[in-house]
Protein backbone atom coordinates (compact mmCIF):
# COMPACT_ATOMS: atom_id res chain seq x y z
CA UNK A 1 0.00 0.00 0.00
CA UNK A 2 1.37 3.16 -1.38
CA UNK A 3 1.31 6.31 1.16
CA UNK A 4 -1.43 7.90 -0.97
CA UNK A 5 -3.62 5.22 -0.21
CA UNK A 6 -2.82 5.16 3.53
CA UNK A 7 -3.25 9.16 3.71
CA UNK A 8 -6.44 8.88 1.83
CA UNK A 9 -8.42 6.34 4.51
CA UNK A 10 -6.65 8.55 7.41
CA UNK A 11 -8.29 11.89 5.60
CA UNK A 12 -11.72 9.35 5.18
CA UNK A 13 -11.56 8.54 9.43
CA UNK A 14 -10.85 11.89 10.24
CA UNK A 15 -13.63 13.34 8.26
CA UNK A 16 -16.21 10.43 9.65
CA UNK A 17 -14.74 11.29 13.63
CA UNK A 18 -15.53 14.56 12.54
CA UNK A 19 -19.17 14.12 12.04
CA UNK A 20 -19.32 11.57 14.67
CA UNK A 21 -18.15 13.82 17.24
CA UNK A 22 -20.16 17.03 16.26
CA UNK A 23 -23.18 15.44 15.93
CA UNK A 24 -23.54 14.92 19.49
CA UNK A 25 -23.47 17.46 22.32
CA UNK A 26 -20.40 18.31 24.06
CA UNK A 27 -21.08 16.67 27.84
CA UNK A 28 -19.44 17.42 31.12
CA UNK A 29 -17.70 14.35 32.79
CA UNK A 30 -17.39 14.28 36.24
CA UNK A 31 -14.34 14.12 38.18
CA UNK A 32 -13.55 12.23 40.97
CA UNK A 33 -11.98 13.75 43.92
CA UNK A 34 -9.31 11.30 44.06
CA UNK A 35 -7.79 12.31 40.98
CA UNK A 36 -6.69 15.13 41.96
CA UNK A 37 -2.86 15.50 43.21
CA UNK A 38 -2.77 18.68 44.37
CA UNK A 39 0.99 19.64 45.18
CA UNK A 40 0.17 22.45 47.04
CA UNK A 41 2.56 22.00 50.20
CA UNK A 42 0.86 24.76 52.10
CA UNK A 43 -2.60 24.21 51.71
CA UNK A 44 -5.04 24.58 48.88
CA UNK A 45 -9.07 25.74 48.32
CA UNK A 46 -11.71 25.37 45.90
CA UNK A 47 -14.79 28.00 46.70
CA UNK A 48 -17.87 28.66 45.00
CA UNK A 49 -17.56 32.69 44.77
CA UNK A 50 -20.90 33.64 44.91
CA UNK A 51 -22.24 31.38 48.19
CA UNK A 52 -18.93 30.95 49.60
CA UNK A 53 -19.33 26.94 48.99
CA UNK A 54 -15.99 24.95 49.80
CA UNK A 55 -15.90 22.23 46.94
CA UNK A 56 -11.99 21.12 47.45
CA UNK A 57 -9.97 21.82 50.34
CA UNK A 58 -6.56 20.33 51.40
CA UNK A 59 -4.61 21.71 54.73
CA UNK A 60 -7.15 24.70 54.35
CA UNK A 61 -6.26 26.06 57.75
CA UNK A 62 -2.21 25.63 57.85
CA UNK A 63 -0.51 28.95 58.58
CA UNK A 64 2.18 30.09 55.76
CA UNK A 65 4.07 32.91 53.69
CA UNK A 66 1.22 34.03 51.06
CA UNK A 67 4.11 36.45 49.06
CA UNK A 68 2.60 38.69 46.83
CA UNK A 69 -0.95 38.05 47.03
CA UNK A 70 -0.72 39.83 49.65
CA UNK A 71 -1.75 42.54 47.04
CA UNK A 72 -5.36 41.71 46.51
CA UNK A 73 -6.10 43.20 50.15
CA UNK A 74 -4.17 46.26 49.00
CA UNK A 75 -5.90 46.71 46.39
CA UNK A 76 -9.14 45.87 47.98
CA UNK A 77 -8.51 48.83 50.08
CA UNK A 78 -6.70 51.33 47.64
CA UNK A 79 -10.10 51.01 45.49
CA UNK A 80 -12.27 51.45 47.92
CA UNK A 81 -10.73 55.15 49.05
CA UNK A 82 -12.11 58.06 47.39
CA UNK A 83 -10.46 60.08 44.20
CA UNK A 84 -8.58 56.93 42.40
CA UNK A 85 -8.39 59.01 39.68
CA UNK A 86 -6.55 61.47 41.09
CA UNK A 87 -2.76 62.45 40.26
CA UNK A 88 -0.62 62.74 42.70
CA UNK A 89 3.38 62.35 43.07
CA UNK A 90 4.95 59.31 44.53
CA UNK A 91 6.70 59.29 47.97
CA UNK A 92 10.41 59.13 46.95
CA UNK A 93 11.53 56.67 49.69
CA UNK A 94 8.49 54.38 49.00
CA UNK A 95 9.56 53.50 46.04
CA UNK A 96 12.97 52.38 47.30
CA UNK A 97 12.14 48.81 47.67
CA UNK A 98 13.53 45.53 46.29
CA UNK A 99 11.94 43.02 44.06
CA UNK A 100 9.16 43.16 41.41
CA UNK A 101 8.39 46.79 40.21
CA UNK A 102 5.89 48.71 38.27
CA UNK A 103 9.03 50.98 37.43
CA UNK A 104 7.91 54.12 39.57
CA UNK A 105 11.02 56.87 39.74
CA UNK A 106 11.14 59.23 42.24
CA UNK A 107 8.77 62.76 40.90
CA UNK A 108 6.55 60.29 38.91
CA UNK A 109 2.91 61.33 39.05
CA UNK A 110 0.37 58.66 39.28
CA UNK A 111 -2.95 57.40 39.87
CA UNK A 112 -4.32 54.95 42.81
CA UNK A 113 -6.07 53.21 39.87
CA UNK A 114 -2.62 52.93 38.33
CA UNK A 115 -0.53 51.66 41.39
CA UNK A 116 -3.37 49.41 41.45
CA UNK A 117 -2.57 48.14 37.75
CA UNK A 118 1.02 48.11 39.27
CA UNK A 119 0.25 45.77 41.99
CA UNK A 120 -2.12 42.92 40.04
CA UNK A 121 -0.80 42.83 36.78
CA UNK A 122 3.43 43.24 37.32
CA UNK A 123 3.33 42.60 41.18
CA UNK A 124 4.86 45.67 41.60
CA UNK A 125 6.21 46.09 45.28
CA UNK A 126 6.69 49.95 44.69
CA UNK A 127 3.25 50.52 43.92
CA UNK A 128 2.00 48.78 47.01
CA UNK A 129 4.27 50.81 49.36
CA UNK A 130 3.30 54.08 47.37
CA UNK A 131 -0.16 53.67 47.75
CA UNK A 132 0.35 52.57 51.34
CA UNK A 133 1.93 55.84 52.60
CA UNK A 134 -0.32 57.81 50.31
CA UNK A 135 -3.39 56.33 52.21
CA UNK A 136 -2.10 56.13 56.00
CA UNK A 137 0.54 58.48 55.78
CA UNK A 138 3.01 55.25 56.12
CA UNK A 139 3.96 52.01 55.64
CA UNK A 140 2.75 50.71 59.38
CA UNK A 141 -0.31 52.62 59.65
CA UNK A 142 -1.65 51.29 56.75
CA UNK A 143 -0.43 47.82 57.83
CA UNK A 144 -2.98 48.24 60.65
CA UNK A 145 -5.48 49.46 58.15
CA UNK A 146 -5.44 45.59 56.70
CA UNK A 147 -5.16 43.78 60.18
CA UNK A 148 -8.58 45.73 60.92
CA UNK A 149 -9.75 44.76 57.37
CA UNK A 150 -8.73 41.13 58.30
CA UNK A 151 -10.40 41.23 61.07
CA UNK A 152 -14.02 42.63 60.03
CA UNK A 153 -13.61 39.89 57.26
CA UNK A 154 -13.61 37.12 59.43
CA UNK A 155 -9.95 35.84 58.62
CA UNK A 156 -9.04 34.18 61.58
CA UNK A 157 -5.24 32.94 60.91
CA UNK A 158 -4.07 35.91 58.89
CA UNK A 159 -1.72 38.54 59.94
CA UNK A 160 -0.14 41.19 57.42
CA UNK A 161 3.36 42.89 58.35
CA UNK A 162 3.79 44.47 54.39
CA UNK A 163 1.55 45.78 52.25
CA UNK A 164 3.58 44.24 49.23
CA UNK A 165 3.55 40.59 50.75
CA UNK A 166 7.65 40.65 51.01
CA UNK A 167 9.04 38.04 54.11
CA UNK A 168 9.56 39.44 56.98
CA UNK A 169 12.03 38.61 59.98
CA UNK A 170 9.25 39.96 62.79
CA UNK A 171 8.13 37.58 65.68
CA UNK A 172 4.57 38.39 64.05
CA UNK A 173 5.10 36.41 60.84
CA UNK A 174 3.64 38.26 57.80
CA UNK A 175 0.84 34.79 57.14
CA UNK A 176 -2.71 33.44 55.97
CA UNK A 177 -4.03 30.60 54.91
CA UNK A 178 -5.59 28.93 51.47
CA UNK A 179 -8.65 29.50 53.17
CA UNK A 180 -8.55 33.20 54.64
CA UNK A 181 -6.83 34.32 51.31
CA UNK A 182 -10.24 32.60 49.26
CA UNK A 183 -12.68 34.52 51.33
CA UNK A 184 -10.44 37.73 51.10
CA UNK A 185 -10.78 37.18 47.29
CA UNK A 186 -14.29 36.23 47.52
CA UNK A 187 -14.88 39.63 49.02
CA UNK A 188 -12.22 42.00 46.88
CA UNK A 189 -14.44 40.37 43.70
CA UNK A 190 -17.28 42.23 44.63
CA UNK A 191 -15.71 44.98 43.67
CA UNK A 192 -16.91 45.89 39.48
CA UNK A 193 -13.21 47.88 39.86
CA UNK A 194 -10.81 45.02 41.24
CA UNK A 195 -12.24 42.29 39.04
CA UNK A 196 -11.68 44.76 35.79
CA UNK A 197 -7.93 45.15 36.94
CA UNK A 198 -6.99 41.48 37.76
CA UNK A 199 -8.54 40.24 34.88
CA UNK A 200 -6.50 42.08 31.82
CA UNK A 201 -3.53 40.59 30.33
CA UNK A 202 -1.87 43.39 30.07
CA UNK A 203 -2.74 47.63 30.69
CA UNK A 204 -1.63 50.53 28.83
CA UNK A 205 -1.13 53.18 31.41
CA UNK A 206 0.05 56.78 31.04
CA UNK A 207 2.55 57.97 34.38
CA UNK A 208 5.78 59.21 34.95
CA UNK A 209 7.54 62.16 34.93
CA UNK A 210 6.75 64.00 32.49
CA UNK A 211 3.89 61.72 31.68
CA UNK A 212 4.64 58.76 29.48
CA UNK A 213 2.75 55.74 27.95
CA UNK A 214 3.48 52.36 29.23
CA UNK A 215 2.58 48.62 28.68
CA UNK A 216 2.43 46.53 31.35
CA UNK A 217 2.05 42.82 31.55
CA UNK A 218 0.20 40.41 33.86
CA UNK A 219 1.91 37.26 34.93
CA UNK A 220 -1.07 35.69 35.80
CA UNK A 221 -0.94 33.04 32.81
CA UNK A 222 -4.46 31.60 33.36
CA UNK A 223 -5.74 34.45 31.40
CA UNK A 224 -4.65 33.10 28.27
CA UNK A 225 -4.28 29.73 29.20
CA UNK A 226 -7.41 28.51 30.78
CA UNK A 227 -11.37 29.24 29.06
CA UNK A 228 -12.64 31.71 31.65
CA UNK A 229 -9.90 32.68 33.96
CA UNK A 230 -10.85 36.24 35.07
CA UNK A 231 -8.16 36.50 37.76
CA UNK A 232 -6.70 37.13 39.77
CA UNK A 233 -2.79 37.11 41.59
CA UNK A 234 0.52 35.64 41.25
CA UNK A 235 3.02 35.07 44.11
CA UNK A 236 6.34 34.38 45.14
CA UNK A 237 8.97 34.45 47.58
CA UNK A 238 12.04 31.66 48.64
CA UNK A 239 10.39 31.45 52.14
CA UNK A 240 6.73 31.62 50.40
CA UNK A 241 7.30 29.50 47.29
CA UNK A 242 4.53 29.87 44.08
CA UNK A 243 1.45 30.86 45.54
CA UNK A 244 -1.20 31.23 43.18
CA UNK A 245 -5.03 32.86 43.93
CA UNK A 246 -7.33 32.33 40.78
CA UNK A 247 -10.22 32.75 39.32
CA UNK A 248 -12.51 31.48 36.68
CA UNK A 249 -16.26 31.70 35.70
CA UNK A 250 -17.91 30.14 32.70
CA UNK A 251 -21.62 31.51 32.56
CA UNK A 252 -23.31 32.20 35.77
CA UNK A 253 -20.47 30.00 38.06
CA UNK A 254 -17.87 31.91 39.67
CA UNK A 255 -15.29 29.43 41.40
CA UNK A 256 -11.90 30.76 43.35
CA UNK A 257 -9.24 28.68 43.41
CA UNK A 258 -5.95 29.41 46.38
CA UNK A 259 -2.40 26.99 46.07
CA UNK A 260 0.19 27.70 48.89
CA UNK A 261 3.92 26.81 48.33
CA UNK A 262 3.09 24.72 44.93
CA UNK A 263 5.74 23.99 42.36
CA UNK A 264 3.06 22.92 39.92
CA UNK A 265 -0.26 26.17 40.65
CA UNK A 266 -0.81 27.17 37.18
CA UNK A 267 -1.64 23.05 36.32
CA UNK A 268 -3.12 22.59 39.62
CA UNK A 269 -5.06 25.77 39.58
CA UNK A 270 -6.45 24.32 36.12
CA UNK A 271 -6.91 20.72 37.76
CA UNK A 272 -9.25 22.27 40.38
CA UNK A 273 -11.52 24.21 38.45
CA UNK A 274 -12.41 21.73 35.62
CA UNK A 275 -13.00 20.00 39.41
CA UNK A 276 -14.86 22.49 40.55
CA UNK A 277 -17.25 23.19 37.23
CA UNK A 278 -17.60 19.20 36.27
CA UNK A 279 -19.53 19.02 40.02
CA UNK A 280 -22.06 21.60 38.68
CA UNK A 281 -24.98 21.21 36.56
CA UNK A 282 -27.80 23.97 35.23
CA UNK A 283 -30.91 23.26 37.64
CA UNK A 284 -34.24 25.43 38.14
CA UNK A 285 -34.72 27.00 41.17
CA UNK A 286 -38.18 26.14 43.19
CA UNK A 287 -40.76 28.06 41.24
CA UNK A 288 -44.08 26.34 42.87
CA UNK A 289 -46.07 29.49 44.30
CA UNK A 290 -49.81 28.04 44.78
CA UNK A 291 -49.98 27.78 47.98
CA UNK A 292 -49.33 31.63 48.32
CA UNK A 293 -52.64 33.68 48.11
CA UNK A 294 -52.89 37.43 48.45
CA UNK A 295 -55.53 39.59 49.56
CA UNK A 296 -57.58 42.35 47.63
CA UNK A 297 -58.24 45.05 49.64
CA UNK A 298 -61.88 45.64 50.98
CA UNK A 299 -62.78 42.11 48.95
CA UNK A 300 -62.15 39.72 52.61
CA UNK A 301 -63.26 36.76 50.70
CA UNK A 302 -61.19 37.05 47.43
CA UNK A 303 -57.71 36.43 46.80
CA UNK A 304 -55.50 35.92 44.04
CA UNK A 305 -52.19 33.88 43.61
CA UNK A 306 -49.08 33.90 42.18
CA UNK A 307 -46.51 32.85 39.89
CA UNK A 308 -42.96 33.48 38.82
CA UNK A 309 -42.75 35.74 35.58
CA UNK A 310 -40.00 33.23 34.76
CA UNK A 311 -37.86 30.40 35.71
CA UNK A 312 -34.96 31.06 37.19
CA UNK A 313 -31.87 28.19 36.32
CA UNK A 314 -28.45 28.44 37.59
CA UNK A 315 -25.26 26.11 37.87
CA UNK A 316 -25.71 24.27 40.97
CA UNK A 317 -25.66 21.32 42.59
CA UNK A 318 -27.84 19.07 43.71
CA UNK A 319 -27.33 19.71 47.50
CA UNK A 320 -27.93 23.40 46.58
CA UNK A 321 -31.10 23.01 45.28
CA UNK A 322 -32.60 20.85 48.15
CA UNK A 323 -31.12 23.58 50.67
CA UNK A 324 -32.39 26.58 48.91
CA UNK A 325 -34.23 29.28 50.61
CA UNK A 326 -36.58 31.40 49.81
CA UNK A 327 -37.75 35.00 50.56
CA UNK A 328 -41.03 36.08 49.37
CA UNK A 329 -41.71 40.19 49.07
CA UNK A 330 -45.20 40.97 48.48
CA UNK A 331 -47.73 43.79 49.89
CA UNK A 332 -50.18 43.24 52.10
CA UNK A 333 -52.98 43.81 50.25
CA UNK A 334 -53.64 44.86 46.70
CA UNK A 335 -56.26 47.44 45.38
CA UNK A 336 -58.47 46.47 41.97
CA UNK A 337 -57.91 46.47 39.58
CA UNK A 338 -55.72 43.68 39.26
CA UNK A 339 -54.49 41.77 36.47
CA UNK A 340 -53.74 38.37 34.68
CA UNK A 341 -49.85 38.89 34.76
CA UNK A 342 -49.53 41.97 36.45
CA UNK A 343 -46.12 42.17 38.85
CA UNK A 344 -47.18 42.31 42.30
CA UNK A 345 -44.20 40.94 44.56
CA UNK A 346 -41.15 39.19 44.08
CA UNK A 347 -38.96 36.24 45.29
CA UNK A 348 -35.30 35.83 46.51
CA UNK A 349 -33.34 32.90 46.79
CA UNK A 350 -30.38 32.51 49.17
CA UNK A 351 -27.74 29.41 49.94
CA UNK A 352 -26.11 29.51 53.07
CA UNK A 353 -27.29 33.10 53.66
CA UNK A 354 -25.58 34.39 50.17
CA UNK A 355 -27.78 35.68 47.25
CA UNK A 356 -28.28 33.90 44.06
CA UNK A 357 -31.27 35.25 42.76
CA UNK A 358 -34.38 36.83 42.28
CA UNK A 359 -37.64 36.78 40.28
CA UNK A 360 -40.53 38.85 39.48
CA UNK A 361 -44.22 37.35 40.98
CA UNK A 362 -47.08 37.78 38.49
CA UNK A 363 -50.22 38.05 39.76
CA UNK A 364 -52.26 34.69 38.45
CA UNK A 365 -56.00 35.17 38.47
CA UNK A 366 -58.48 32.44 39.25
CA UNK A 367 -61.65 33.45 37.03
CA UNK A 368 -63.68 30.98 38.73
CA UNK A 369 -63.71 33.36 42.17
Given at each position: MNIFSVLKKFIKFSFIFSIVFFAFPLCVFSIDENQLNINAQNGAILINAT???????????????????TKIMTTLLALEQDNIDEPFVVDSHAIKIEGSS????????????????GMMLPSGNDAANVVATKIAGSIDGFVKMMNLRAQELGLKNTNFCTPSGLDTSEKNEHHSTARDMALLTQKAMENSNFC???SQSYKKLTFGNPPTNRVIRNHNRLLKEFDGACG???????????????????????LISVVLKDPDDWNDS????????????????????????LNIAGEYDKTFGVKPEKSLK???????????????????????????????????YFWNDKFIGKVSLCADIDDSQ
Open positions: TGDVIYEKDADRIAPMASTMGLKEGDCVTIRDLCYEICVKTGFTKKAGRCLVAAAQREDLKKALFEYGFSKYSLQELPSDFSDIKIHATSEMINNVKMKIKTDPFYFLPVEQGDIVGEVE
